[in-house]
C-alpha cells in the first residue's frame, strides 16, 4: 500500500475525464506529489484537482492509509507495471485501483463481463449459471460487480464451477452492497480478486455504479448481458463495451417478458449477438478447449414417478411459480406443491432463489 496512492486517489477522485492523459503522461502519483504545489504546470490537471494538490498533504490522507493498512487493502496505480493494461486504453482510466486478492487475473488471456437485472427471474439464473458455468470450465475469467441478481449469481457459479472470478465493486473496500453479500465478498477477498475504485470514506453516489460499470466493460474482452429491463443499468455497461469496441452477447428472451426487453432490443438494433451457453463466447476469444457435453434424454419412464408428478414436469415450461404450475395443470395447489417436493428428491427441477422452478433434465 502506498501512501502516494491513497494522496493522489483522494485529491483526484473517481471516473476523471482526464485519467487517460495522466496515465499516459509518464509521471507517477509520487512525481506529481513532489509538484503538487505546481500542477497547472503539467497542463493537463483541472482547476479543482490542482487546488486540491495544493491543499491536501499526505499527511491529511494518513488516516485513510491506515485504515486500508490495518485491513490489508492493497493498492496500484496506472504507472505500475502489474495494472491492468485493459483498463489503460479509455479516455476516463482509473488512476488508482483498491483491491484484495490476485490483481493479476485482470490481465488474464480471456476475460468476460456477465451482467444482467438485480432482479432477474428463475429463468434468467439458470442462464446466468450456464454461462458462468461454460467460461470457467473453459480457462475464462468472470468480471462483473458483486451486485445482486446476475452480478451475484455469475460469481457464484463460476466460483463452484472451479473458474476464477473478478468483482469490481460501485462502494469502498472497507463497505458492502449489499450487505448481505459481506461474507461472499471475503470469500472472493481470498480466493479470487475484489477491485474498487474508491477509498476508504469516500462519499456516496448512486453516480458511483455507473462509473463502475465502465471497469467491467474495459476489464472485459466480452460481456454477456444474461437479462435486462429497458431502463437497465446493464444498458450503459453495454454502451461502454460497444464505445471500447467489445463484442457484447445477449440471452433471448421472450417478446412478451419485460425483464428481456432490454437484451431482446441489443439484438433488434443489431448491437448484440444471441448466445445461450458461454461456450460460444469462449469459442469466439479464441478458446480451444472446448469441453465436451453429452446430453442426455431424460424420460419420465426412468423414474418411479406418480401421475401428478409427470403432470407437473410436463406443465414445467421456462421458470414457473407453484400458483402458476397449478393453474396450467389443473391441480390443486397441495398436490403440486408435493409433487415439486418429488421431483426435487429425483433432481429433475430446482427452485430458484426467485422462488420459481426450472427444469434440470
Known amino acids: 500500500m502506498s501512501r502516494y496512492n491513497v494522496w493522489f486517489a483522494v485529491v483526484m477522485g473517481a471516473c476523471c475525464n482526464n485519467g487517460g492523459v495522466i496515465a499516459a503522461s509518464g509521471y507517477t502519483p509520487r512525481d506529481f506529489y513532489t509538484h503538487r504545489e505546481n500542477l497547472a504546470g503539467f497542463g493537463f490537471f483541472t482547476e479543482r484537482q490542482v487546488e486540491n494538490a495544493r491543499n491536501i498533504s499526505l499527511s491529511d490522507t494518513e488516516e485513510v492509509y491506515e485504515k486500508h493498512s490495518l485491513q490489508g487493502i492493497e493498492s496500484t496505480n496506472y504507472s505500475d507495471p502489474w ?18 486478492g490476485e490483481i493479476e487475473l485482470l490481465n488474464s488471456r480471456r476475460t468476460v463481463g456477465i451482467i444482467g437485472s438485480r432482479r432477474c427471474n ?24 458483486l451486485a445482486q441478481g446476475i452480478d451475484t449469481i455469475s460469481h457464484k457459479a463460476c466460483v463452484e464451477a472451479g473458474g476464477k472470478t473478478v468483482a469490481f465493486t460501485g462502494v469502498p473496500m472497507d463497505e458492502y452492497f449489499p450487505r448481505a453479500n459481506a461474507d461472499f465478498q471475503h470469500r472472493l477477498e481470498e480466493e479470487h480478486l475484489v477491485v474498487s475504485e474508491y477509498h476508504s470514506g469516500y462519499r456516496y453516489y448512486s453516480a458511483n455504479f455507473i462509473q463502475r460499470n465502465r471497469l467491467i466493460a ?41 425483464a428481456y426487453r432490454g437484451s431482446n432490443g441489443l439484438l433488434i438494433k443489431g448491437l448484440a449477438m444471441a448466445v445461450a451457453d458461454g461456450k460460444t463466447i469462449m469459442e469466439y476469444l479464441g478458446a480451444t478447449d472446448v469441453p465436451q457435453i453429452t446430453e442426455e434424454t431424460v424420460s419420465v419412464v426412468d423414474y418411479d414417478l406418480s401421475d401428478s408428478a409427470k403432470t407437473v414436469l410436463d406443465a414445467l415450461d421456462g421458470a ?12 390443486p395447489a397441495g398436490v403440486v ?14 427452485k430458484t432463489a426467485s422462488g420459481e422452478y426450472i427444469r434440470l433434465k
Open 83 to 100: 495494472f491492468p493494461q485493459r483498463l489503460l486504453g479509455i479516455a476516463n482510466a482509473p488512476l488508482v485501483l483498491f483491491y484484495k
Open 122 to 145: 428463475g429463468e434468467g439464473e439458470k442462464a446466468c449459471r450456464i454461462i458462468a458455468a461454460d467460461v470457467a470450465a473453459m480457462g475464462g475469467v468472470v468480471i462483473s460487480g
Open 218 to 258: 474495459a476489464a472485459a474482452d466480452a460481456v454477456c448481458v444474461v437479462q435486462a429491463k429497458n431502463k437497465s443499468g446493464s444498458l450503459a455497461t453495454v454502451n461502454r463495451a460497444i464505445e471500447y469496441d467489445k463484442p457484447v452477447f445477449t440471452v433471448p428472451g421472450s417478446i412478451f417478458s419485460p
Open 320 to 331: 414457473m411459480f407453484s400458483a402458476q404450475l397449478a393453474k396450467a395443470c389443473g391441480l
Open 337 to 350: 406443491k408435493a409433487s415439486l417436493t418429488e421431483l426435487e428428491m429425483y433432481s429433475l427441477i430446482e
